[in-house]
């Protein structure tokens, strides 16, 4: 099983910083590669540019919690509920895969 997750290609798990802005301030996000792949997905199936779904998110979770303790964790675990979802696939991206090729 642990040769599925080990054979990945690198860049999947390689990091990316973007800079974007939430609620008009100006910040950078961290992220692994495959999880803005994802993030990328579900901005793409909400018909809006990454950081716009990004900056939404942060804004409903600012009216519904206050501010978050780690974004960058929220966000992970948003694209995790994504992929979970069984329509998830149905915007699957090629880019994703686990294997390396």
Not at 41 to 57: M, N, Q, Y
Not at 65 to 92: K, M, Y
Request: hydrophobic share 35%.
């Amino acid at each position: 099983m642990c040769q599925v997750f080990a054979q990945q290609a690198p860049e999947r798990y390689s990091s990316t910083t973007r800079r974007l802005r939430l609620n008009g301030q100006s910040t950078s996000i961290r992220l692994e590669n495959a999880f803005w792949d994802i993030l990328d997905r579900i901005a793409e199936a909400d018909g809006v540019s990454t950081p716009a779904f990004v900056s939404k998110l942060h804004s409903e979770v600012l009216e519904t919690r206050g501010e978050p303790d780690n974004f960058t964790s929220l966000l992970r675990t948003a694209c995790l509920i994504f992929v979970a979802q069984p329509n998830a696939t149905d915007h699957h991206d090629t880019s994703t895969s686990m294997a390396a090729e």
